[in-house]
C-alpha cells in the first residue's frame, strides 16, 4: 500500500489512529503491530514471513547476546550469526538474479536465476535490524525484551517501506514510553499533508513528463529536452522519496514517535559532500557509523581513506538496486567525494556560492540520469542526447510544448526545492500577531483546498508510481 | 480572540471531518455500475478468492473499486482535468485542448503500419479486379485537417506520410479526401468538438471526394432534408478530457426524401426504413445513432437508387455517417464492421456476384489504434 492513494488515506489511517487512540497505553504497541502486519500484508501477503522470520533471529540473537555474550569472542559469535542471515537473505532476495546474470554475461555460464520478486522494504528493515544488532554488540543499546515491541520498531507502517531508516538506540525508549498529545496529532496530520501534496501534486507530475520524454527517442529529443527530462526527473525522485519521510514522520508524531530528519534541502548544496548531508540522512549515516568509521574511515592515512569511500559508495550505489547502473551512479559519487576530499575541495569552497550551488545541482542531475535508467545501452544514448549539442538542436517546438504543458509545475517545483517554506515561517512570525493571523488562515484555507485537489488526483489515479521497489 | 494556534486547530479538524465524512460516504453511498461521464464500466467489487489475496489481486481491485465509487467522483475527476487546464495543460489523455472549444485527438506514432499493409495487399490480390472496382479511402482525423487549432507547439502529427505509404504499398486506388476537407474547413463544422468522429458535414465531404473519384453525381446538400437532433452530444473526447465544464456539441442528420430503404441488421435480424436510431439520444454515445451503434454485417436496399449497383463497404464507425449520402447511388450497400464481423469479408465477396464496388473506408487514428482492419482477410 502506498501512502498517496485512497485505501490508506480514507480508511487503514483513521481506522488505526481511532483504535490507537481509544485503547489504553499498554495495548498501544500491539494495535500498531497488528495495523503494521496489514499494511506489509496488503501488498506483500506472502513476504511478510521473511519479515517475522528475520525479526524473530535477531530479536533471539540479541537475548542470547545478553544472556550468554560475557566475553568479546561469544558476542561476535551472535553478531556474525546475525549479520550473515540477515546479509544472506538480502543476497538471496535482491541480488541474487543479478548476480548470476552478471556471472553468465562475463563467462557465458548457464545458470539459472532464482526469478524471486524483491520483497519491498526488505532493504529497510535489513538495516534496521542490523542496526540493533550491531549496536548491541557495541553495547550502545540495551538487548529488547518484548518481542512484540521489537517487532513493532521494525515493522511499524509509517517507514517500513520507504524509509527513513529508524535506528533502534534512537527509538527504543520511546517504544515503552512516549507522550502522545493533541499537539503531536496537529503537528504530525500537517506534515503528513504537507508530504501528500509533495508526493501527488508535484512527484507525480514530473515522473510523468520524465516518463514521457525517456521514450521519445533521440530524433524528437533536443539538449534542451533531454536536460528537462533529467530535472524532471531529479525533481520527482526528490519530491516523491522527501515527501514519503515527511508523511513518515507526520504519523510518527501523530503516534507519539520522533523520528529524525531524512532530507534537508538536498538540491541546494553547494558541494558532493554537502549533498550527501542533505540526501536520505538516514541511510549515508547508516553506512558512516556501520562501515566507514569501522574501517577506519579518515584516519589510517590517504590510501586507507581512498579505500573507504571506495567501499562506501560502491555499497551505497549497491543498495539502491541490482543492476549495474545503481553500482555506477554510487562510484560515480565516490570518485567526486574523493576529488573534492583531496583535489578541489578547498578551492570550490572560495569561489562565489552560485558557483557551488550550480556545480553541486548539475553533477546531482546528471548523477540522477545515471540512477533512473537501469539499462546500460539506454543509459548511454540517454547522456548523448544530453551532449548531442551538434547533431541535435539545442531546442526545439517539443521542448517548448513541454514547458508550456508542464511549466507551472517544474517552477513551483523549484521553488519548494529551496528552504523557502522556512524562510517564509520566519518572516511572518516576526510580523504583528494580527497580520500573523490572517496569513495563517490564508495558509489554512490552502491546505484545505490542497487536501481536495489532492483528493482529486488521487481518485482519477492516473500514475501514481511507487519508486522504491528495487530499494 | 483568533490566534494562530486556534486557526491551526481548525483546519485541523475540518481536514479529519473531511477524511472521516468522505469514507463514510463511500461506505453507504448507493453505487452506480456504469459512469456516463466517463463513459466506461465502474469497477465491481472484487470477488474474495485465497489466491487473489495472496497475489496481492485482491487488495489491487479493492483500491480501483474504491477510486471508482468515491462520492462526487464526477466533481473530483473534473477538478483534475480542471486545474491542468487552467495550470497551461494542453494534452490530457491523448487529446488535446485545442483552440475555439475543441478537443483533438492526438496521433500516436503508428504501430501497424506494415501489418496493415500485409492485409490490404493480400485481400487485394484475391479480388477479380475486372469484376469488382476497389476503392481504399483513408480519413484523416482533426489532428490533421484542423491543424491550425492545435494548441501552439503541439507536436506534428505525421498522418498524411503513414497514409500516403500506405496507400503506395497496398496498391488500392485511393480516394484521398484530405483536399476536400481541407476545403470545406471554412464552411463548418467538420469534426465534434467533443468526440474523435467526423460531423455529419465532414462526412459530405468526404462523400463529395468519393464522387469525384468514381464518377458520381453528388446529391446536393440542399436537396436532402436537415434535421439537428441534439445539442447535448458530449463524446468519446469529452470523456478522455473530463472538463465538465466544456461546451457540448449538436448532431445534425441529413434525410432524403426521394430514398426507399429497407436496412437489415443480419446479427439481429431486425429491419427498419431508416438509418438512424434516435432512441441513442437518450444515451451518452448519441453518435451511435448513426446506423444503430456497431453491427458486423447490415444490408441497406434503395429502391430509389440511382443505379442497380451494389456496394460493399468495409469500414469503421467513420462511415455510419457517410452511409446517408452513398445509398442514393447504390441499390445495395452490404456494409461490414470487420472488428465484429469475423468470418472475412473477403470469401463473402467471391460468394456474391452481385457486387460490383468495394469501398474500404477506415479514418487514420483507429486504422492503427483499433486491431479491427486486419479482420478483412
Known amino acids: 500500500m502506498v501512502f498517496s492513494c485512497i485505501p490508506f488515506l480514507f480508511f487503514f489511517l483513521p481506522l488505526c489512529l481511532i483504535l490507537y487512540y481509544a485503547v489504553p497505553f499498554s495495548w498501544k504497541n500491539g494495535i500498531l503491530l497488528i495495523f503494521s502486519l496489514i499494511f506489509y500484508a496488503w501488498g506483500e501477503p506472502l513476504y511478510i514471513l521473511l519479515m517475522l522470520f528475520s525479526t524473530a533471529l535477531d530479536y533471539t ?45 562475463l563467462f557465458g555460464t548457464q545458470f539459472a536465476q532464482p526469478g524471486m520478486h524483491l520483497p519491498v522494504g526488505i532493504s529497510f528493515y535489513t538495516f534496521q535490524t542490523m542496526s540493533y544488532i550491531i549496536d548491541l554488540y557495541r553495547r550502545e543499546v540495551k538487548a529488547e525484551h518484548s518481542y512484540i515491541a521489537y517487532l513493532t520498531y521494525v515493522s511499524m507502517f509509517p517507514q517500513l517501506v520507504a524509509g527513513p531508516i529508524v535506528r533502534f538506540a534512537d527509538i527504543q525508549e520511546q517504544l515503552h514510553g512516549r507522550r502522545i498529545t493533541f499537539d503531536g496529532f496537529e503537528q504530525g496530520l500537517l506534515r503528513f499533508m504537507m508530504g501528500l501534496f509533495k508526493k501527488v501534486l508535484i512527484a507525480n507530475q514530473a515522473g510523468a513528463l520524465w516518463e514521457e520524454i525517456r521514450v521519445l527517442g533521440a530524433a524528437n529529443t533536443s539538449v534542451s529536452t533531454a536536460w528537462l527530462g533529467a530535472l524532471c526527473f531529479t525533481l520527482q525522485l526528490y519530491f516523491d522519496f522527501s515527501a514519503y519521510s515527511d508523511m513518515a514522520i507526520g504519523m510518527g508524531q501523530m503516534l507519539g514517535f520522533h523520528y529524525n530528519e531524512n532530507f534537508n534541502y538536498p538540491l541546494t548544496a553547494v558541494s558532493v559532500t554537502d549533498f550527501w548531508r542533505r540526501w536520505h540522512i538516514s541511510l549515508s549515516t547508516w553506512f558512516r557509523d556501520y562501515v566507514y568509521i569501522p574501517l577506519g574511515g579518515n584516519r589510517r592515512g590517504i590510501p586507507r581513506h581512498l579505500f573507504n569511500i571506495a567501499v562506501v559508495w560502491f555499497l551505497t550505489g549497491l543498495w539502491h538496486g541490482a543492476s549495474w547502473n545503481f553500482i555506477l551512479w554510487g562510484v560515480y559519487y565516490g570518485i567526486l567525494l574523493m576529488l ?45 542526447l544530453l551532449f548531442s549539442f551538434i ?9 517548448l510544448w513541454y514547458l508550456g504543458n508542464y511549466g507551472i509545475v517544474i517552477i513551483i517545483a523549484c521553488i519548494l526545492a529551496c528552504p523557502v517554506y522556512p524562510w517564509l515561517c520566519r518572516k511572518v512570525s516576526m510580523l504583528s500577531r494580527k497580520k500573523n493571523c490572517v496569513i495563517s488562515a490564508f495558509a489554512g484555507v490552502g491546505v484545505l483546498l490542497l487536501f481536495l485537489l489532492s483528493t482529486a488526483y488521487m481518485v482519477s489515479d492516473t500514475y501514481n508510481p511507487f519508486l522504491y521497489f528495487r530499494f | 480572540m483568533i490566534t494562530n494556534v486556534k486557526i491551526k486547530r ?18 453507504v453511498s448507493p453505487k452506480k455500475d456504469f459512469s456516463e461521464n466517463e463513459n466506461r464500466y465502474l469497477a465491481k467489487f472484487p470477488s474474495f478468492s485465497a489466491k487473489a489475496l495472496l497475489d496481492g489481486e485482491y487488495t489491487d481491485s479493492l483500491g480501483d473499486w474504491l477510486a471508482d465509487h468515491f462520492p462526487q467522483r464526477d466533481f473530483f475527476v473534473g477538478l483534475k482535468s480542471g486545474t491542468e487546464i487552467a495550470g497551461g495543460r494542453r494534452e490530457i489523455n491523448h487529446v488535446y485542448i485545442a ?15 506494415e501489418r496493415i499493409t500485409d492485409t490490404l495487399i493480400r485481400f487485394y490480390d484475391k479480388i477479380d479486379k475486372t469484376r469488382v472496382d476497389v476503392n481504399l479511402m483513408l480519413v484523416p482525423t482533426a489532428v ?186 447504390y441499390r445495395k450497400i452490404y456494409v461490414f464492421d470487420t472488428r465484429y464481423y469475423r468470418d472475412g469479408p473477403s470469401s463473402f465477396l467471391s460468394d456474391h456476384n452481385d457486387i460490383t464496388d468495394v469501398l474500404l473506408l477506415y479514418n487514420m487514428n483507429t486504422l492503427d489504434t483499433d486491431t479491427g482492419i486486419r479482420g478483412i482477410y
Open chain 2, 10 to 27: 481548525t483546519v485541523v479538524c475540518l481536514l479529519c471531518i473531511s477524511i472521516l465524512l468522505l469514507s463514510l460516504c463511500l461506505l
Open chain 1, 340 to 384: 573534492e576530499k583531496y583535489l578541489w575541495g578547498k578551492a570550490l569552497a572560495k569561489l562565489p556560492k552560485w558557483i557551488q550551488h550550480t556545480y553541486a545541482f548539475l553533477i546531482v542531475v546528471f548523477g540522477f540520469v545515471i540512477f533512473a535508467v537501469t539499462d546500460i545501452g539506454e543509459l548511454g544514448n540517454y547522456i548523448r
Open chain 1, 391 to 399: 547533431s541535435n538542436p539545442l531546442a526545439d517546438a517539443r521542448f
Open chain 2, 144 to 329: 490533421t485537417i484542423y491543424s491550425d487549432k492545435l494548441p501552439d507547439h503541439a507536436p506534428a502529427s505525421n498522418q498524411q506520410e503513414t497514409a500516403s505509404a500506405i496507400y503506395n504499398e497496398s496498391g488500392i486506388p485511393a480516394i484521398d479526401c484530405t483536399d476536400w476537407l481541407l476545403s470545406g474547413a471554412s464552411k463548418g463544422q467538420l469534426y465534434y468538438r467533443t468526440d474523435h468522429h467526423w460531423t455529419t458535414l465532414g462526412a459530405y465531404y468526404g462523400y463529395l471526394a468519393y464522387c469525384d473519384t468514381k464518377g458520381l453525381t453528388p446529391v446536393s446538400l440542399e436537396s436532402l432534408t436537415a434535421q439537428t437532433v441534439t445539442d447535448e452530444f458530449a463524446g468519446t473526447l469529452y470523456s478522455k478530457v473530463n472538463d465538465y465544464s466544456h461546451i457540448k456539441d449538436n448532431i445534425t442528420i441529413y434525410t432524403n426524401p426521394e430514398d426507399d430503404l429497407t436496412v437489415t441488421y443480419a446479427d439481429t435480424g431486425e429491419v427498419t426504413d431508416s438509418l438512424y436510431n434516435l432512441d441513442y439520444l437518450k444515451e451518452k454515445d448519441k453518435y451511435s445513432l448513426f446506423l444503430n451503434n456497431i453491427h458486423p454485417l447490415i444490408e441497406i436496399e434503395n429502391k430509389a437508387a440511382a443505379s442497380q449497383d451494389t456496394l460493399m463497404l468495409v469500414k469503421d464507425s467513420y462511415a455510419n455517417s457517410m452511409v446517408p449520402f452513398l445509398v442514393h447511388h
Open chain 2, 99 to 113: 483552440k475555439d472549444d475543441y478537443f483533438i485527438e492526438s496521433y500516436a506514432n503508428p504501430q501497424n503500419t
Open chain 1, 61 to 105: 540473537n540479541g537475548r542470547l547476546m545478553e544472556r550468554f555474550g560475557t566475553t568479546k569472542c561469544r558476542r561476535i559469535f551472535f553478531l556474525c550469526c546475525s549479520i550473515c542471515i540477515n546479509l544472506s537473505i538480502l543476497a538471496f532476495f535482491k541480488y541474487a538474479d543479478f548476480a548470476i546474470a552478471s556471472v553468465n554475461g
